[in-house]
């Protein structure tokens, strides 16, 4: 879990990171789509798993989402 954050990357478009509660950010996408746009800045819970971007990873590591949804505040 963490926040997903949608802001601009260095292609030209807004991407998608997650910064989780602990540890170093992940990249999800260098284009944020409607629904994550839709969460910026709220928490999200996220499955899937770490991927290699060969000869693309500018921003961070990578992360390769399977799913990803809000998680209602307590």
Request: proline letters at 7%; one cysteine or more; a positive charge.
């Amino acid at each position: 879990m963490g926040t997903l954050v949608v802001e601009p990357f260095g292609k030209g478009t807004d991407g998608a990171r997650l910064v989780p509660d602990e540890g170093a950010p992940w990249v999800l996408t260098y284009r944020a789509t409607a629904a994550m746009r839709s969460v910026d800045g709220r928490r999200v819970s996220v499955r899937g798993r770490p991927c290699s971007k060969q000869g693309q990873a500018i921003a961070g590591r990578h992360f390769d989402a399977d799913t990803l949804s809000a998680v209602r505040p307590e």
